[in-house]
């Protein structure tokens, strides 16, 4: 079993920056990759970013591309979303999720291809 603890979100202004952090424990985080996911009310989860189980591959939704940066600390086994020049379309619950890819090149990026979720953390951007 996997557990996964999100944290870092908050109510930030638009053009303001967060960064969530995820930390995870279970199993070994370093050989699988991970993602970040967000879903705003009345509205189905979404693909933000994914990052190889080394972090030599990383995967990004448009919509926040050059905006966000995913990244990984394995020493840690912490996994990081920093969110910069935010917009209030940004707004929902970020979810991290750990995969079920071990050691390979693949970015998953559909909710189906991760086994273990967090509970979700809020952010908030106001304009």
């Known amino acids: 079993q996997v557990q996964l603890v999100e944290s870092g979100g908050g109510l930030v202004q638009a053009g303001g920056s967060l960064r969530l952090s995820c930390a995870a424990s279970?199993?070994?985080?370093?050989?699988?990759?991970m993602g970040w996911f967000r879903q705003a009310p009345g509205k189905e989860r979404e693909f933000v970013a994914t990052?190889?189980?080394?972090?030599?591959?990383?995967y990004y939704a448009d919509s926040v591309k050059g905006r966000f940066t995913i990244s990984r600390d394995n020493a840690k086994n912490t996994v990081y979303l920093q969110m910069n020049n935010l917009k209030p379309e940004d707004t929902a619950v970020y979810y991290c999720?750990?995969?079920?890819?071990?050691?390979?090149?693949?970015?998953?990026?559909?909710?189906?291809?991760?086994?273990?979720w967090g509970q979700g953390t809020q952010v908030t951007v106001s304009s």
């Open positions: 999720a750990a995969s079920g890819y071990r050691r390979t090149d693949h970015s998953p990026r559909s909710p189906r291809e991760y086994k273990y």
């Open positions: 279970g199993r070994t985080f370093s050989d699988y990759a």
């Open positions: 990052i190889t189980w080394n972090g030599g591959s990383t």
